[in-house]
């Protein structure tokens, strides 16, 4: 009996120490009701209890609003509420209302994609928690708009990862925000904001030199104005200009500065032709993902010049659909790019 009870108060904590931070935290929850002894154990894993997945759950407002308000959630550091059902401002709001000054004081990470219900005035309430707040997402949310900017850049002033990937009303009134208040920002993603120009995104790559990725996807409105500046980002190594009908060679030119860069989608970039993909070649020596996806103007010149520059770090090389080039099979291009294990970026 004595041995058992060893096992209960020694064994089982240890294992769960080892056991637990690699389950998924659903199953986490569902060993909390597996015995006292589990239970035990499992609150004594702090870092178990610094993360709150609700991804994708029913009733996930109530179940923000209950988790919380429990003790072994006062230190959570990150909040995933991707895609979560029957999440409202309301709920937001109330957990403000609710929760100490200390609430939510280390929460760094905080995403809220795909929950279209939340407005600026949940965005409001919510970061208004958050003092440390360091990521934010808000993919395919249309209900956020320049005031929301405005209250994130108020509450939330460490945020280095920003996410409105389909956030169609915010404006260039944002960016200038973003440019002024964050500095520091290493990662931003305003695909699909289509109200933006060039002179909001001017100011971001004049003030945000941090910036380490860029996604700039399916925003046709830019031109080489704001494309010329993205040489300023010396730390760049992500940048995605899928769909980018203005960008001419000039603008790929000024991008080649960007010697850091590892992946640069050109998909649909119409305009670009060998020039500029050889300048990409010269200036980006250590990319490992190229797509030229869709491109006309591209030929087999564009290919020799980054074999000569970048054949021992492209591992991703998409040229379908670029008919200028005749030698694109399989076989051609490892020739070329022996690296290569994969050949297609868009389907």
Not at 139 to 152: E, F, M, P, Q, S
Not at 176 to 198: F, M, P, Q, V, W
Not at 222 to 247: M, Q, R, S, V
Not at 262 to 291: H, K, M, P
Request: hydrophobic content about 40%.
């Amino acid at each position: 009996m004595a041995a058992g009870g060893d096992w209960e108060r020694e064994t089982v904590p240890r294992v769960m120490a080892i056991v637990s931070p690699r389950l998924p935290q659903r199953d986490v929850y569902s060993l909390l009701m597996a015995s006292p002894w589990c239970y035990h154990a499992l609150l004594s894993v702090p870092t178990l209890w610094e993360v709150l997945d609700l991804h994708e759950m029913s009733k996930a407002g109530e179940r923000l609003i209950s988790a919380l308000s429990l003790v072994r959630y006062e230190h959570i550091k990150k909040i995933n509420l991707e895609f979560a059902q029957e999440v409202e401002d309301e709920h937001l709001i109330l957990l403000k209302s609710q929760r100490k000054e200390t609430t939510l004081q280390d929460l760094q990470h905080l995403n809220l994609n795909g929950c279209q219900k939340i407005s600026d005035k949940g965005i409001e309430a919510i970061t208004g928690c958050c003092p440390k707040l360091r990521s934010l997402s808000v993919y395919w949310n249309v209900r956020l708009t320049d005031r929301g900017i405005k209250h994130l850049m108020k509450n939330s002033r460490e945020v280095v990862s920003l996410n409105l990937s389909g956030c169609k009303n915010i404006t260039d009134h944002s960016l200038n925000l973003i440019a002024d208040s964050y500095h520091g920002l290493e990662e931003l993603d305003i695909t699909r904001c289509t109200k933006l120009t060039d002179n909001g995104l001017q100011q971001i790559l004049l003030k945000c030199s941090s910036l380490r990725s860029l996604n700039l996807y399916a925003l046709s409105s830019l031109t080489d104005a704001a494309y010329e500046k993205i040489g300023c980002l010396a730390h760049l190594t992500f940048l995605d200009l899928c769909g980018a009908p203005n960008l001419s060679d000039q603008g790929l030119s000024c991008i080649a500065r960007c010697k850091h860069l590892v992946s640069l989608n050109l998909t649909w970039c119409v305009r670009v032709t060998d020039v500029g993909v050889a300048a990409i070649a010269e200036g980006c020596r250590s990319l490992e993902l190229l797509s030229l996806y869709g491109i006309v103007g591209v030929t087999d010149k564009c290919l020799e010049a980054l074999s000569n520059s970048c054949s021992n770090t492209l591992m991703t090389l998409d040229v379908n659909g670029c008919v200028g080039i005749k030698k694109r099979s399989r076989d051609d291009l490892l020739k070329l790019f022996p690296l290569l294990r994969c050949f297609k970026v868009h389907s």
